[in-house]
């Protein structure tokens, strides 16, 4: 193996390591390559804090990674109305995948196949529009296979395989699924960031039976699961839980079957639906369990007394009550 595949292999082991990309920015240099340059111009801008000599180097980058293009991105130069490519220190840092425009392995291949993405870190496809045929079940088994280690945050508007997934990429931290289905036999995935969004019961069965040792932000949005999903957060199954979102039908039924246990290792809970004060009582009784909480916020239509908004105004400022 090369030192610059070396080099490559390490940054996607550690894609956050801005020396690591230093380095390898000077190994390209020292080989002609002005990949390296790019590199090197890019993350120069960190912590630059001379207003001119950041607008100088951010200037010579911009157009030093618009000649570079056509060969860092390869044939996804030409898909300017299929995906958005966010740059980072000489590399695309994430992309945004809005519609395939060919036969979908020749896709993915390509996607992964050019340079600037060796080191992607984040892939969204929500409403992926696929032209040369495919569905997410296929799109899901191909960044299975394809994707580079570094993937750390996945988007996804569909499922197939996520044992495969999950089992092909460990170091995969943030999951987002919108409106999917799909096979989610994982009994103890290593997610630290979890958001469900309108998703269904096969992803939801997944959420309230499998343990979760390592997630610490769940978001979830759907609805007439209340009492189920409440239940289901235990300290067992959620060890390190500490950031709590979603909506509810009703936020005093969440609250009430919610585990205070659960509700005290919180340090944000933001919960969108109907309150009342079943809700602040809730609240109250949990004050003493709340007084590290950083934010708690109820957003919905309100039915609540004056005297128990008082108490909670008082007693725990952390609570934001929002009539929305």
């Not at 870190?121 to 799109?139: K, P, R």
Request: contains cysteine.
């Amino acid at each position: 193996m090369s030192r610059v595949s070396k080099l490559l292999e390490a940054l996607q082991e550690d894609p956050r390591d801005l020396r690591a990309y230093q380095v390898f920015a000077d190994e390209l240099m020292a080989r002609g390559d002005p990949w390296g340059e790019l590199i090197g111009l890019m993350c120069s801008l960190e912590g630059e804090k001379d207003p001119g000599r950041f607008l100088e180097r951010k200037r010579a980058a911009e157009k030093l990674r618009a000649e570079l293009e056509p060969r860092l991105l390869e044939s996804l130069a030409f898909w300017s109305d299929a995906l958005q490519c966010e740059w980072k220190w000489g590399v695309v840092r994430a992309v945004k995948l809005g519609r395939v425009p060919i036969e979908l392995h020749r896709a993915v291949s390509a996607l992964f196949e050019a340079p600037a993405l060796a080191v992607l870190q984040e892939l969204t496809a929500w409403q992926t529009e696929y032209h040369g045929g495919g569905d997410f079940v296929q799109l899901v088994a191909l960044i299975a296979g394809l994707a580079p280690k570094s993937l750390k945050a996945l988007k996804l508007g569909g499922m197939g395989d996520a044992a495969v997934l999950l089992s092909a990429h460990p170091q995969l931290e943030s999951l987002e699924l919108m409106s999917a289905e799909g096979d989610y036999a994982v009994r103890e995935p290593k997610l630290s960031q979890l958001r469900l969004a309108q998703c269904g019961g096969a992803a939801f069965e997944w959420l309230v039976t499998a343990r979760w040792p390592e997630l610490v932000a769940l978001e979830h949005t759907g609805s007439g699961r209340d009492v189920a999903l409440a239940e289901g957060l235990t300290r067992a199954r959620f060890p390190k839980l500490n950031e709590l979102r979603g909506s509810c039908d009703s936020c005093d039924v969440f609250l009430g079957a919610l585990d205070p246990e659960v509700l005290g290792g919180l340090s944000v809970l933001e919960l969108y639906g109907e309150f009342s004060d079943l809700s602040l009582e809730a609240l109250i009784a949990a004050r003493t369990r709340l007084a590290k909480a950083k934010r708690v916020v109820l957003r919905g239509l309100p039915t609540i007394s004056r005297r128990l908004h008082g108490i909670v105004k008082k007693q725990l400022p952390m609570v934001q009550l929002i009539r929305d």
